[in-house]
């Protein structure tokens, strides 16, 4: 069995460069990677990648607000891992079944 031959490994820059090349080339993922030398899996992983960072990127319309490091929250939601939402005051529970969609 031929073993491929191991590539240099991209920079971030340069796999982001290829993922808008492929994306303007019109052609299949399969395609592009093949034309390319790369292995159609790796390059599948990263335009999901790149995919979900731009989707996180989105403005979704809230902001960031600063609390002293001493306030605690009075309840807190994880949305993600390493991304919560902290409430500092009390909120009357309709607000959170809003919230739920319930």
């Known amino acids: 069995m031929e073993q491929e031959a191991k590539l240099p490994r991209l920079t971030s820059d340069q796999k982001r460069n290829l993922i808008s090349q492929w994306e303007e080339s019109g052609k299949s993922k399969k395609q592009f990677a093949k034309e390319n030398g790369l292995n159609y899996y790796t390059f599948a992983g990263w335009c999901y990648k790149e995919k979900r960072k731009k ?33 500092y005051h009390s909120l009357p529970m309709e607000y959170f079944q809003s919230l739920l969609g319930k």
């Open 55 to 87: 989707s996180s990127q989105v403005n979704s319309g809230f902001s960031q607000v600063r609390i002293s490091r001493s306030a605690v929250p009075f309840a807190s939601i994880e949305l993600s891992p390493g991304r919560r939402l902290n409430f």
